[in-house]
């Protein structure tokens, strides 16, 4: 007996102290990724980028750093993911190791976790035929980078022209933080561009109009393949899903050397004593890892005025109430949404009612309405689009009836000529009956 009863006791003990574990894993009302899987194909990189890791690890993201083409890769096993998010710090693994290829990572992202692909001039095949799956088409051009003459940086490295000062950026605060960044960009690495025909696809880093794709120091026969503006330094992708991800032809954008260098642009009188780097891709990173512009929908919740439980159908003409609550984390907790452009739709095949939600400041959203005076199986629907937000696509079916027999008026104002018509009618008969037979 002793035994037997000291099992159950074993079991609870084992299971108090696996609990705090358990609760530091990933939990999906916290939208930040935790669990991170960094390839690389040199080991090296850990120092070289260390400034980067750690600013990962400092904001409490667990880094699992191994070799791209370790034979005993594998983002899953038996359903469940490892992972929350990929960082492909590996431009020039041929092939990726262990259950790992471009079919696998897309699987990873389609099932809603985030990536980070960074390349370089020697990138290899596997690494651009992820980049074209995301939505981005690096230059075929063997060893071609982006190459600016005018606004190229000066450095302690030198002057190479293949060595871009960037500053064309997003004009977003929900992508790249509301501080904004004022420092140039440290920049050598491909150029790519988007496909035109995804809307998904974000250009958050661009070339200058004088930037061109080629070989340095070759002569230029040939119109480039990438030319200007058109050329994408860094750019973002938001799946339907909501996954993120980001896409940078440099990798040494990310590394220390390029963090800790002064920058100045050429043919500018401004010396800047740090470049931007540091700022761009910590603030992008809590973008792509939804620490920013992450938003959640709750408490949905519809109901005639004057009541409160929902009903099941409404009647045409009702007058209906809408509600919800929208939240943003902002990489620690969930604070109230605010935004003027919230709109809900009464749906059937095309929208019989359009509102702008209003909002109380605190995350309530809000409208009334009139239900339309036509019956049949109708949508509350609220699609939120915004740039840099996670996309809200809420839908919630209900019927509308016609009145009942006993729920129309008893006289219809709209009716009364027809009614008085009808009894002037009988009157003026009785009185022409009588008129006939007593008058002679």
Not at 234 to 246: E, G, K, L, T
Not at 283 to 293: A, D, I, N, P, S
Not at 407 to 434: H, K, L, N
Request: proline residues 4%; charged residues 20%.
């Amino acid at each position: 007996m002793a035994s037997s009863s000291g099992k159950p006791l074993a079991l609870l003990a084992a299971v108090l102290l696996l609990l705090p574990f358990l609760c530091a894993g990933f939990n999906p009302d916290s939208p930040t990724d935790r669990r991170v899987l960094v390839l690389v194909d040199d080991l090296a990189i850990k120092s070289s980028h260390s400034t980067y890791l750690q600013s990962l690890t400092d904001r409490g993201f667990e880094l699992d750093i191994k070799l791209a083409d370790d034979p005993n890769l594998a983002l899953q096993s038996y359903g469940s993911y490892h992972y929350d998010a990929l960082v492909l710090f590996a431009p020039k693994v041929e092939s990726l190791g262990g259950s790992l290829d471009t079919a696998a990572v897309m699987d990873f992202v389609d099932s809603g976790h985030d990536l980070i692909l960074a390349a370089d001039a020697t990138t290899s095949e596997a690494i651009r035929e992820i980049a074209t799956e995301c939505g981005a088409d690096f230059d075929e051009f063997h060893k071609a980078v982006v190459i600016d003459h005018v606004k190229y940086a000066i450095t302690k490295f030198g002057s190479d022209h293949s060595l871009i000062a960037a500053d064309n950026l997003i004009d977003s605060s929900v992508i790249l933080g509301s501080e904004g960044i004022k420092e140039p960009i440290l920049y050598r690495g491909l150029g790519h561009t988007l496909n035109p025909t995804s809307e998904l696809g974000i250009k958050v880093l661009s070339a200058s109009p004088t930037a061109f794709s080629g070989k340095v120091d070759a002569e230029i026969t040939d119109l480039p393949n990438l030319i200007g503006s058109s050329i994408s330094l860094v750019s973002v992708v938001q799946a339907r899903n909501n996954a993120r991800i980001m896409i940078s032809g440099s990798l040494e954008l990310f590394s220390n050397k390029f963090f800790e260098s002064s920058v100045q642009q050429f043919g500018s009188e401004n010396k800047y004593e740090k470049s931007g780097n540091q700022q761009f891709a910590v603030e992008l990173t809590k973008w792509t890892f939804h620490e920013r512009g992450h938003l959640k929908a709750s408490n949905v919740h519809h109901h005639k005025i004057g009541e409160t439980d929902e009903p099941s159908m409404y009647r045409i003409t009702d007058n209906a109430r809408y509600s919800l609550e929208i939240n943003e984390w902002n990489g620690k907790e969930w604070q109230p949404y605010q935004a003027d452009d919230v709109q809900l739709q009464f749906y059937m095949m095309s929208p019989y009612v359009l509102k702008t939600l209003s909002h109380d400041g605190k995350g309530l959203y809000f409208t009334e309405f009139q239900v339309p005076d036509v019956y049949g199986v109708f949508q509350f629907k609220v699609e939120h689009n915004r740039l840099g937000y996670t996309a809200l696509n809420l839908a919630k079916q209900i019927p509308v009836r016609p009145f009942r027999h006993d729920e129309y008026e008893r006289f219809i104002p709209a009716a009364f000529p027809y009614y008085g018509a009808s009894f002037s009618t009988m009157i003026a008969f009785f009185v022409f009956g009588i008129v006939f037979l007593y008058h002679k």
